[in-house]
């Protein structure tokens, strides 16, 4: 797999356990890419994701976090893509429902240096507290009719990535128009250009 180092990490699938899905990007390719590719990312998807308010403390989180992470998203991908195709998922579902037992951390509201109110935790995160975060993300959106019927499959060639369609009309293709539609449009112009008679 090849380091993350050109592709930024996302918060644009529209669930916190969808966003740890597409940390692994273009499952379907040759080269898929580790967007999670050492605890410094971690900590980095970690705020981005809002699990953790900007700031706090992660002198924790090491390679032990980083694959028990990694084997959490790929519980997740294997789930999620048995549910969207209508299958059971028999004990990884019960992986997940375990993991979401655990307690997540507990929040605080507490006064900024300009007297704001801001979100903190009560403790230090475990790593235990915030895959049950995510896990317990993934059993809401799983267990909502609504929210399961907006989930979509990205129509990118090499994409396996998953997302809710939140769109007018329910009509969203892509993950990201920017990257797996972007790639769609180049190669059907690519297509195009070739299929046409040279003079």
Same mark, same amino acid.
């Given at each position: 797999?090849?380091?993350?180092?050109?592709?930024?990490?996302?918060?644009?699938?529209?669930?916190?356990?969808?966003?740890?899905?597409?940390?692994?990007?273009?499952?379907?390719?040759?080269?898929?890419?580790?967007h999670l590719d050492g605890p410094?990312?971690?900590?980095?998807?970690?705020?981005?994701?809002?699990?953790?308010?900007?700031?706090?403390?992660?002198?924790?989180? $090491?390679?032990?976090?980083?694959?028990?992470?990694?084997?959490?998203?790929?519980?997740?991908?294997?789930?999620?893509?048995?549910?969207?195709?209508?299958?059971?998922?028999?004990?990884?579902?019960?992986?997940?429902?375990?993991?979401?037992?655990?307690?997540?951390?507990?929040?605080?509201?507490?006064?900024?240096?300009?007297?704001?109110?801001?979100?903190?935790?009560?403790?230090?995160? $475990?790593?235990?507290?915030?895959?049950?975060?995510?896990?317990? $993300?993934?059993?809401? =959106?799983?267990?909502?009719?609504?929210?399961?019927?907006?989930?979509?499959?990205?129509?990118?060639?090499?994409?396996? =990535?998953?997302?809710? $369609?939140?769109?007018?009309?329910?009509?969203?293709?892509?993950?990201?128009?920017?990257?797996?539609?972007?790639?769609?449009?180049?190669?059907?112009?690519?297509?195009?250009?070739?299929?046409?008679?040279?003079?």
């Open positions: 797999m090849t380091a993350a180092a050109s592709h930024a990490l996302r918060f644009d699938t529209g669930r916190i356990c969808l966003d740890l899905v597409a940390t692994l990007g273009g499952r379907l390719s040759e080269e898929p890419v580790e410094e990312r971690l900590k980095d998807w970690l705020f981005g994701a809002g699990l953790v308010p900007h700031g706090t403390p992660l002198d924790a989180v $090491d390679g032990g976090w980083l694959a028990r992470f990694r084997a959490t998203r790929d519980l997740l991908h294997r789930v999620v893509h048995t549910e969207v195709d209508g299958q059971a998922t028999g004990a990884d579902l019960e992986r997940v429902n375990a993991l979401a037992a655990t307690a997540p951390p507990a929040p605080r509201a507490v006064r900024d240096a300009d007297g704001a109110l801001v979100r903190s935790l009560a403790a230090a995160p $475990d790593c235990g507290a915030l895959l049950a975060q995510v896990a317990r $993300d993934a059993v809401e =959106l799983l267990t909502d009719p609504a929210a399961r019927g907006r989930l979509r499959r990205c129509e990118g060639e090499t994409c396996s =990535l998953v997302y809710l $369609d939140t769109s007018r009309g329910r009509r969203r293709r892509w993950c990201s128009s920017e990257v797996c539609g972007n790639r769609e449009r180049v190669a059907r112009h690519r297509r195009r250009a070739s299929a046409e008679p040279r003079a």
